[in-house]
């Protein structure tokens, strides 16, 4: 039985703005067969599209002013341009205006069936079907319809990060995301933590295991938290996603570019060594890389936001 993968995901430089860094910190990230690279904002993630190849790109979107519409336009755009590697690191207060978007975003994202687009410049036709871009959605936040005009990402759907450890947050995730970030300082507080996840994620209709848990840390706490050594760290990253506390861990910014480098040359390979990390990539999108299945279609668990709106 083969044994189960490490997660792995790194932070963009905590306040750097040269995008130069930025850039080298994404190329490092996808040297060390990371999953994925945590940028600022969605503007920072379509620059560095054209600066990597197979490692997943998220962006990070705060949810307090932003509108449906708007977001799920620009990470679909973002899937698009990176080939499937899109990523939205939802910051939000984690409110019922913030579930809300999420899942008119998803309605937006789900309004293009697949294989619809045929562009028949024969005929003069694009799509099979007239209705595609078709959305409806009328809620306490949001109320709008019309046609979205992004056609189905190469994933589908671009992944859904959750980053926070409250209440709310967690349950945002269990009904929405595919992967949360939690600050988690021990074995025992992850090991609760994944546990209290996965319960609210079956409550809310889902598998359990439908979404990831990673750890936010740097190299430093992984050194101190340890013997000190390499090695150590690589155990200690083993231990924990082998004992269910976690599926894998992000390095935050201050691990970062420096830390990321060393992290690279020294523990990657050992994880690889211990086959819980990739030596190449195998897939081309971030759905893929993680393991993650298609995404419930809006349309099996809410068919009138999909409905043909009224002309």
Do not use: C
């Not at 209440?167 to 988690?184: E, N, Q, S």
């Not at 209290?196 to 938290?225: C, F, N, W, Y």
């Amino acid at each position: 039985m083969a044994e189960k993968q490490v997660v792995l995901g790194a932070a963009a430089p905590a306040g750097r703005t040269d995008f130069a860094v930025l850039a080298d910190a994404a190329r490092t990230a996808e040297r060390g067969r990371f999953d994925f690279f945590l940028a600022d904002s969605v503007t920072a993630a379509n620059a560095l599209a054209g600066f990597t190849d197979t490692v997943g790109l998220a962006a990070t979107l705060g949810t307090t002013s932003a509108e449906p519409y708007d977001v799920a336009r620009r990470l679909a755009s973002l899937d698009h341009l990176s080939g499937g590697r899109a990523a939205w690191n939802v910051v939000t207060a984690a409110d019922e205006r913030a579930t809300e978007l999420v899942d008119t975003a998803r309605t937006l994202w789900d309004s293009w069936a697949e294989g619809v687009v045929t562009v028949d410049r024969g005929a003069g036709r694009f799509v099979s079907d007239p209705t595609a871009g078709a959305f409806y959605h009328r809620g306490r936040h949001f109320g709008i319809g019309g046609r979205f005009t992004v056609p189905r990402s190469p994933q589908a759907q671009p992944v859904v990060i959750v980053s926070g450890e409250r209440p709310a947050d967690r349950d945002l995730a269990a009904r929405h995301g595919d992967v949360i970030i939690a600050p988690l300082a021990t074995f025992e507080d992850a090991r609760a933590f994944h546990a209290d996840l996965e319960r609210r994620t079956v409550d809310a209709g889902r598998p359990a295991g439908a979404v990831k848990v990673l750890a936010a840390a740097s190299m430093q706490i992984l050194l101190d938290t340890t013997a000190g050594t390499a090695a150590s760290v690589a155990d200690r990253i083993v231990r924990w996603v082998h004992g269910e506390a976690v599926d894998g861990f992000v390095l935050s910014s201050d691990a970062t570019p420096a830390g990321l480098d060393e992290f690279v040359d020294t523990v990657v390979p050992l994880l690889q060594d211990r086959g819980v990390l990739r030596i190449d990539y195998t897939t081309p999108t971030l759905r893929q890389h993680l393991g993650l299945g298609a995404p419930r279609s809006h349309r099996a668990v809410n068919p009138r936001s999909l409905q043909k709106v009224p002309s």
